[in-house]
């Protein structure tokens, strides 16, 4: 059975930092990998998705890596800003029918 | 804009209840996915419906269901409503099922079980 891990699970840090978020996963057999931003009580907006193939995607100030023999990605935000403040979630697409388990999130906080 | 919306936005029943919650897909996507996230938790899928046909499903009981249109969008039914199906139920969409599809989530019917 496929499992997320997300670490940390919250994170404050002050306005123009650069930060790394962690995801981990125990089954290397995955068809992608895709991250969510979710602010509170909304639904989750697509940030980036990385093929099993793929090693990484870049959008704008994101960049997202994908290690699949480790079972690790890494989610960074350059020049973070307070409206970067929100939970992040990664999820794993399990088969052909991408299925998704997610992981429990990082809640992030930019401070101005 | 993802172009999936869910109705209703929220939602009050009683314990025993049934209820209804229903998701209108992005313009061209065939596949629903449905998923329940408690409070403070990852999103937990439940079932997919691809064409029409139940294509997948996750851990969670029978009374647990799930219709897909033929103009695709879907309904997501649960009966006899328990106070821990509290959660946020939300509705993603993508074009095909596959490794180069990506998930388009609505956002969100809020149920509270009381």
């Known amino acids: 059975k496929q499992e997320v891990t997300q670490i940390p699970a919250a994170l404050s840090v002050p306005e123009g930092e650069n930060l790394v978020l962690n995801c981990s996963f125990t089954?290397?057999?995955?068809?992608?990998l895709q991250w969510f931003r979710q602010d509170p009580g909304k639904g989750l907006t697509s940030l980036l998705l990385i093929q099993s193939s793929q090693r990484e995607q870049t959008s704008g100030r994101l960049n997202a890596s994908l290690d699949k023999s480790s079972g690790r990605s890494t989610l960074y935000i350059a020049a973070s800003q307070p409206g970067d403040s929100a939970t992040y979630l990664c999820?794993?697409?399990?088969?052909?029918?991408?299925?998704?388990?997610f992981g429990g999130g990082t809640r992030l906080m930019v401070k101005p | 804009e993802t172009g999936v919306t869910q109705s209703p936005t929220h939602l009050i029943k009683t314990r025993g209840q049934q209820v209804t919650l229903r998701c209108s897909s992005q313009s061209g996507h065939n596949t629903v996915s449905w998923y329940q996230q408690a409070l403070g938790q990852g999103p937990q899928f439940i079932f997919q419906?691809?064409?029409?046909?139940?294509?997948g499903r996750g851990n969670f009981p029978p009374r647990f269901s799930g219709l897909q249109f033929p103009n695709y969008s879907s309904e997501l039914n649960v009966n006899a409503l328990e106070l821990d199906d509290s959660a946020l139920y939300l509705c993603?969409?993508?074009?095909?099922?596959?490794?180069?599809?990506?998930?388009?989530f609505g956002q969100g019917t809020r149920l509270t079980v009381v």
């Open positions: 089954d290397s057999a995955i068809y992608n």
């Open positions: 993603a969409s993508s074009a095909e099922p596959g490794a180069f599809s990506e998930a388009f």
């Open positions: 999820a794993v697409g399990v088969n052909a029918g991408n299925m998704l388990t």
């Open positions: 419906y691809y064409r029409e046909e139940e294509n």
